[in-house]
């Protein structure tokens, strides 16, 4: 297997998290299930080889080019072949200034990119299909970017979000919806609206999925806490509260995800 992972430009850096690229081959018959759970990120991943197949129907990949919004529930990917794919993150407010539609309209969907941008997608993949290296695919991705980057007349608002999501990172979402409305200067109905337009969840599912990665994060960092020391340090009222929502985004409990995947945040990290 080899992968790769790079920081975008540095203007870019305010809508992207990063990019990275996977290349795995496994042998006839072999295949492999790779879970995957709400990240708080956008993704748009272009597949080269054979495709994943989703073995529980959730998210079936029917394009070489996808975008995903907000997730707020698991779903399986069945890996088989030869796999290759270029991925761009987005940060939770990124995707917005490039595609010109509610980001809520992707909310817990898989879309090929083609339905939402068309006739500009064609080329996009052309060139990475051809490219060389990692680094060639980067250039291509962020001329396609920059390409696209709205003429946003929603700006202002856009930049209220910017500092709500701040603020939701300094706090690791523990922190109440009437102050980040009263901070971005909103009443909380204008700021849940406006918030769910950029983001693509609602403040209340968005918070969800940012203690969820916050604990995966702390994990991460010392894997001999207790799970009950983690629930009240990432904002659950108790223990039962995070296994809850852990069976909701990852379709198992806390102590079984770590027993299983490695504590890594795409969220954090």
């Known amino acids: 297997m080899n992968y790769n992972i790079s920081k975008p430009s540095a203007f870019l850096s305010q809508y992207v998290k990063y990019y990275w690229k996977l290349e795995s081959s496994l042998p006839n018959g072999h295949e492999h299930i790779q879970r995957i759970v709400p990240s708080g990120l956008f993704e748009l991943i ?9 073995s529980d129907n959730k998210k079936p990949i029917t394009d070489n080019t996808t975008v995903t919004g907000q997730m707020v529930d698991f779903h399986d990917l069945k890996v088989s072949g030869n796999l290759s794919l270029f991925s761009i993150y987005f940060h939770p407010h990124g995707l917005s200034i490039f595609l010109d539609l509610p980001m809520k309209e992707i909310f817990n969907q898989s879309v090929p990119l083609r339905y939402i941008l068309k006739d500009r997608v064609n080329k996009f993949e052309d060139e990475l299909s051809s490219a060389i290296t990692f680094q060639d695919q980067i250039s291509i991705a962020e001329n396609f970017l920059l390409s696209n980057i709205l003429n946003n007349e929603k700006k202002y608002q856009y930049d209220r979000i910017s500092c709500a999501i701040n603020r939701i990172n300094e706090t690791k979402g523990i922190l109440d919806i009437d102050a980040l409305a009263s901070e971005t200067c909103l009443s909380r109905k204008q700021f849940e609206r406006t918030f769910t337009d950029i983001i693509g969840a609602s403040p209340k599912q968005f918070l969800k999925i ?28 108790d223990q039962a509260h995070m296994i809850k929502d852990f069976k909701t985004m990852s379709g198992t409990t806390p102590r079984k995800y770590f027993e299983n995947c490695d504590a890594f945040s795409d969220y954090f990290d």
Not at 46 to 54: A, Q, T
Not at 225 to 234: D, E, I, P, R
Request: glycine share 2%; charged share 20%.
């Open 46 to 54: 272009f597949y080269m080889n054979d495709k994943p197949v989703s």
């Open 210 to 237: 940012i203690r969820f990665q916050n604990v995966i994060w702390e994990k991460s960092k010392d894997t001999n806490q207790s799970l009950t020391n983690l629930a009240y340090k990432c904002g659950y009222y």
